[in-house]
């Protein structure tokens, strides 16, 4: 992804080597070790995965941390992707008669406290729309390349869009309504609510892809495909039978690697809102 020049975001609260609270980063490996070892034990995979992003978290302190130049090189990255999706939506609302209010990016390490409650970088990457923050723990990235072989700068700007995504979900409403909804049916259909929610981000990452190569010419040759590979690898349904063996569609929240795919490559060739329809489509459309 060319970057070169890019402008980076000021919406950033760098909380990295910060006292915080939190659980130690175990990545998504972490979590997927831990729910091999409660298959193997004869419990369920699904509730270790479940209990790792649930704990209560214990202070910890990092203290003046001095970080590696390739710390410093994924938090400039950060930046500046974040500037290029506060560059792409400001337009994007503006030819539908809306503002673009950004959403600030917090970096840290390890745990850290939001207005969603306490989160730690097990979780993975997530969006709290209570502070409209998204939150990394950047050894994510490392996570991605050394677990599940998905890497790539355009890959790891996926995942950023994608949170993004969220938050474009909530300045349209699409969040909250479907918050509201999972409320009020059972854990299997706010489940299916939960896939068309992140199935939409990724779409709405496309989006963002596809008109930022349109604005800044950032889009070069292997990028695209080190998004779709990435969208693969962390369908419910990979993720799930590498850790235990099969999966269990009744629990799938993002949806599988093919329907990830697809709605991440419709808005990246498309760039065109009108056909994010992930709530107007049945479970077989998706």
Known sequence: MKLTGRRESSNVDDRRGMSSAGIGGIGIGGIIIAALVTWVMGGNPLDAIQSVAEQQVSTQTEGNREFTAEEEELAKFSRQVLAGTEDVWTEVFKSMGREYVPPRMVLYTGGVKTACGNGSASMGPFYCSGDQCLYIDLSFFSSMKKQLGA????????VIAHEVGHHVEYLLGTLSKAHAQMNQVSKTDANRISVRL????????????????????SIEDGDIEEAINCAQVIGDNYLQEKAQGYSQPESFTHGTSKQRMKWLKLGLTTGDMSKGNTFSLSDDEL
Do not use: P, R, T
Not at 151 to 158: L, R, T, W
Not at 198 to 212: M, P, S
């Open 151 to 158: 890497d790539g700068d355009f890959a790891y700007a996926y």
């Open 198 to 217: 992140e199935l939409l981000a990724d779409f709405y990452a496309g989006v963002w892809a596809y008109h930022d190569n349109k604005m800044f010419s």
